[in-house]
């Protein structure tokens, strides 16, 4: 345990939980940044204030240490677009081979931004759940990219950030064993009830994982690595 202060870039789903739970257990303080970048469904950013308002009642070593939320606009991305997140096209597979639910960059948004506000609130230890082991061939996720943009931060603010990312060696059963080890049964029961993962943003359809479409790829990696968890 350090007595710094963390922001964690949380979007609601089941990484960046697993991740606030992790900076949570850690850090003496901790705040929270997401972002509103047009996506199709909110259903992401109605998840955080559920999960937010869970980890304060439920666990009270955690609620004393959680601190403010931010929501910071991103509305270029969705001005870009060409995406399926925040166009209205059905989730394929695209010819450079990732699927077009890939926003160029969308990382290196969210750091900039995220570090930017760090930056004034004189925080200077990041921590995001991206994920190289277990995840759709994003780039802009893997340790590399994270080195590079540590270093762009680093030098353009002319300060030392370090960019934590827990799960960036995890694959989704992995992720799943580890929130459980941070929060017990109780943050797996919060993971599955207020975490969403699904594309689609489906809130109808309750599994065994949580809510979700069950066909999306995003659903597809939970299943499994949740199936995975339970019976290895
Ligand atoms: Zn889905």
């Known amino acids: 345990m350090t007595a710094k202060k963390a922001i964690v870039l949380f979007s609601g789903g089941q990484d960046s939980t697993t991740c606030l739970a992790w900076a949570l257990s850690r850090f003496g303080r901790v705040e929270t940044v997401g972002f509103d970048y047009g996506q199709r469904n909110g259903a992401e ?8 308002s869970r980890m304060r009642s439920e666990f009270s070593d955690w609620a004393k240490r959680l601190g403010s939320d931010h929501l910071l606009s991103l509305e270029v991305l969705k001005q870009i677009g060409g995406n399926a997140l ?12 990732l699927p077009n639910t890939f926003v160029p960059g969308r990382n290196i948004f969210f750091l900039t931004a995220a570090a930017a506000l760090a930056y004034r609130r004189e925080c200077r230890d990041l921590v995001g759940g991206m994920c190289e082991a277990d995840y759709s061939g994003y780039p802009d996720c893997r340790a590399d990219t994270m080195e590079a943009v540590t270093h762009a931060l680093n030098l ?5 950030f370090t960019i934590h990312t827990p799960l960036m060696k995890l694959d989704k059963a992995a992720t799943w064993a580890f929130a459980e080890q941070l929060g017990g049964k109780a943050l797996i029961d919060l993971i599955v009830e207020e975490t969403v993962s699904c594309y689609e943003g489906d809130r109808e359809h309750r599994r065994a994982w949580g809510y979700g479409c069950g066909k ?17």
Do not use: F, W
Not at 156 to 160: I, K, L, N, P, R
Not at 216 to 232: F, H, I, Q, T
């Open 45 to 52: 950013l109605a998840a955080r204030q559920r999960i937010l």
């Open 86 to 97: 925040t166009d209205n096209v059905k989730i394929a597979m695209s010819e450079s081979g």
């Open 156 to 160: 353009g603010m002319d300060t030392h």
């Open 216 to 232: 999306c790829p995003a659903c597809n990696l939970r299943a499994r690595g949740y199936e995975r968890y339970v019976s290895p």
